[in-house]
T-cell receptor
Framework: KQEVTQIPAALSVPEGENLVLNCSFT??????LQWFRQDPGKGLTSLLL???SQREQTSGRLNASLDKSSGRSTLYIAASQPGDSATYLC??????????WGAGTKLIIKP | KAGVTQTPRYLIKTRGQQVTLSCSPI?????VSWYQQTPGQGLQFLFE???????NKGNFPGRFSGRQFSNSRSEMNVSTLELGDSALYLC????????????FGEGSRLTVL
């Protein structure tokens, strides 16, 4: 049974720092891995999707990597800004039409 | 291009009642999936529909059901509401699950008293 873990559960850093959020999964037979952002009381916004055959994806200041052999994905945020404050969730697609979710990392960027 | 629309956004029900939530996907998207989000359990998969067929169902009791119409709009129903059903219910659409990005609605926040 696939399990997804995100560490740390919360992170507070000063504005301008580069940071890394971690996501680990137990079953390497994933179809893809997705990173999402959730603002308080809101739905989820897709940030990056990495197909199982890919190693990384980039969008602006965000870069996500995927290492299936070690069961890990990282989300790198460069030059963090207060507007990046949100909860970041990763989800593994088990190719059975459902996503298995991590509990999220709550990120606070201090001005 | 309009996003995923969920209605109602907020609702309050009492134990034993039933509720129906609606989701209109992005135009052209044929897959709709539903998720329950609670502070204690996080996000949990409910079910996924594609072209009016349920392709997978999460580990929820039979009180939770759903359907998809020919225009891809989807509804989920929860019968005999319990206090523990209080949650944010999120709907997501994609062109075809497993091959593309998910787009989420703002959610329907259900409170059961």
């Amino acid at each position: 049974k696939q399990e997804v873990t995100q560490i740390p559960a919360a992170l507070s850093v000063p504005e301008g720092e580069n940071l890394v959020l971690n996501c680990s999964f137990t079953d390497s037979a994933i179809y893809n891995l997705q990173w999402f952002r959730q603002d308080p009381g809101k739905g989820l916004t897709s940030l990056l999707l990495i197909q199982s055959s890919q190693r990384e994806q980039t969008s602006g200041r965000l870069n996500a990597s995927l290492d299936k052999s070690s069961g890990r994905s990282t989300l790198y945020i460069a030059a963090s800004q207060p507007g990046d404050s949100a909860t970041y969730l990763c989800a593994a697609d088990d190719s059975n039409y459902q996503l298995i979710w991590g509990a999220g990392t709550k990120l606070i960027i201090k001005p | 291009k309009a996003g995923v629309t969920q209605t109602p956004r907020y609702l309050i029900k009492t134990r034993g009642q039933q509720v129906t939530l609606s989701c209109s996907p992005i135009s052209g998207h044929r897959s709709v999936s539903w998720y329950q989000q609670t502070p204690g359990q996080g996000l949990q998969f409910l079910f996924e529909y594609f072209s009016e067929t349920q392709r997978n169902k999460g580990n929820f009791p039979g009180r939770f059901s759903g359907r998809q119409f020919s225009n891809s709009r989807s509804e989920m129903n929860v019968s005999t509401l319990e206090l523990g059903d209080s949650a944010l219910y999120l709907c997501a659409s994609s062109w075809n699950r497993g091959t593309g990005e998910l787009f989420f609605g703002e959610g329907s926040r259900l409170t059961v008293l």
